[in-house]
């Protein structure tokens, strides 16, 4: 058994996604090929910390009226590189000059109030409040118990201060979220990512998968028996499995896991989707297929003692309706967008205090 991690060097954390252009600057942008758009993550924030890069955080820490992002959304901010955004636009202008003034001038916190009205070049009518952090050495304390805490699937909860020490603890929480104080201080409620990923096959589809995952707020577990079709360089969210017992990760996944099932043998799909459904704890199974595949598995499933009632449960075929394009890049939006129409519904739901399943 083989498993690949898709940490990377620092240096790729942020070379190659240098964000140089400035309004009314002709300076050409970076090639989007060459430089795609990180999603933020506190592992690159310990990384860069590590490697000496001055680096500040921003956080939409309150949103009152009409903004572009959430409250908790966050980005990273060196000399001239962007990790995750914040919403764009004159927002993201301004909140990264201010970072960079403060890595400037090594000032450590600030709360800033932005109207996003037309003084800012915006229309949204709203007022935002940034929190910026220059981080250091002495934040890699939180940041690694960030990692542990995600890794273990447990939440954390930081108590910043205007000035001085922060401290952080574990959380029960399960909806992730900020709270400004009158004192200029704040707490930072911090969960893992909602999407547990297990992806089993590495075929085209698969690939195709895995590059649109790695823009987005999960973690993926990518199992599949042969590794050499695993690409070296993989994203810093995912991690590969070459495994002569696949089955066997199911029982292993956590609870609330979205499984995708699409290897190279329907025998190996059968037994998966088998071992799935002993499960009753997962947030999305779906298998890959048309909808003659899905009548014989259901056949052989209820010959092999699944009760016919848990067939609701899988979804096949995959992805949102309206998509009849087979090519693996259009089946994977497809796929995706109905994980994440799955995970805002389950985000719905706990945000009500409700626990109900939620299938497509």
Request: net charge negative; with cysteine.
């Amino acid at each position: 058994m083989t498993a690949l991690t898709g940490k990377g060097p620092v240096e790729e954390a942020g070379a190659r996604h240098s964000i140089k252009q400035q309004p009314g600057n002709t300076d050409k942008a970076p090639d989007m090929q060459d430089a795609p758009l990180k999603p933020f993550r506190f592992a690159d924030a310990a990384r860069m910390v590590r490697a000496g890069v001055p680096v500040a955080m921003v956080t939409i820490v309150e949103v009152k009226g009409s903004a572009p992002r959430e409250a908790g959304i966050r980005m990273l901010v060196s000399a001239d590189d962007l990790v995750g955004t914040i919403g764009g636009g004159h927002l993201e202008w301004r909140g990264m000059d201010i970072a960079r003034a403060m890595l400037v001038r090594g000032e450590p916190r600030r709360i800033e109030r932005i109207p996003l009205g037309p003084a800012l070049g915006q229309c949204c009518g709203g007022v935002v409040q940034l929190a910026f952090e220059v981080l250091g050495e002495a934040d890699l304390h939180w940041l690694d118990a960030v990692e542990r805490n995600f890794t273990a699937g447990k939440a954390l909860q930081r108590q910043v201060p205007a000035s001085g020490a922060i401290t952080h603890g574990d959380s029960h929480a399960v909806i992730p979220g900020v709270t400004l104080h009158a004192d200029g201080s704040w707490t930072d409620t911090l969960v893992p990512d909602t999407m547990h990923v297990v992806l089993f096959g590495a075929g085209h589809v698969g690939h195709a998968l895995v590059k649109v995952l790695a823009t987005l707020p999960c973690r993926v577990h990518w199992v599949d028996e042969r590794d050499t079709l695993f690409p070296g360089g993989l994203p810093d969210n995912v991690e590969a499995e070459a495994s002569d017992t696949p089955e066997a990760v199911v029982a292993q996944a956590p609870a609330g896991s979205y499984f995708l099932v699409m290897t190279h043998s329907h025998a190996l799909d059968q037994t998966l989707c088998e071992e799935i459904l002993k499960r009753t704890d997962f947030a999305y199974f779906g298998l890959i297929g048309s909808k003659t595949k899905r009548a014989r598995f259901e056949h052989r499933m209820a010959e092999h003692g699944i009760d016919p009632a848990r067939f609701a449960e899988m979804t096949c075929p995959m992805g949102v309706p309206g998509i009849t394009d087979k090519a693996p890049a259009m089946i994977a939006v497809a796929i995706v967008a109905q994980l994440l129409q799955v995970r805002e519904q389950r985000l719905a739901a706990l945000r009500a205090g409700r626990t109900e399943a939620v299938h497509p």
